[in-house]
Nanobody, 121 residues
Framework: QVQLVESGGGLVQPGGSLRLSCAAS????????MTWVRQAPGKGLEWVSD????????YYADSVKGRFTISRDNAKNTLYLQMNSLKPEDTAVYYC??????????????WGQGTQVTVSS
């Protein structure tokens, strides 16, 4: 069965960095685009970034562009999100999600359990 397990969240000071990971299993990882979505306290889901199955194309929300980098290691079935210059407004639960095809169409069929990122001094 498909499993997505995020890790790497935590408490970090403003300006700091974190690297999130999403370990995938139960499907041919390289065949599918993957997406990071976040949910801040009291707010709805916000798309953060996605990457195509081959890893050659990446897309970012304006709110994180230039600070976050999405990547994937298809040999390790793992998705990453490197987050630099973190701001308090980045505080959220971060989810990885599996797209339905090799390019993201914002239609996700599986989600991880989420990992909490808190940016605070």
């Amino acid at each position: 069965q498909v499993q997505l397990v995020e890790s790497g969240g935590g408490l970090v000071q403003p300006g700091g960095s974190l690297r999130l990971s999403c370990a995938a299993s139960g499907f041919t990882f390289s065949n599918y685009a993957m997406t990071w979505v976040r949910q801040a306290p009291g707010k709805g889901l916000e798309w953060v970034s996605d990457i195509n199955g081959g890893g050659s194309s990446t897309y970012y929300a304006d709110s994180v562009k230039g600070r976050f980098t999405i990547s994937r290691d298809n040999a390790k079935n793992t998705l990453y999100l490197q987050m630099n210059s973190l701001k308090p407004e980045d505080t959220a639960v971060y989810y990885c999600a599996k797209d339905r095809g090799s390019w993201s169409d914002a239609q996700y069929d599986y989600w991880g359990q989420g990992t909490q990122v808190t940016v605070s001094s």
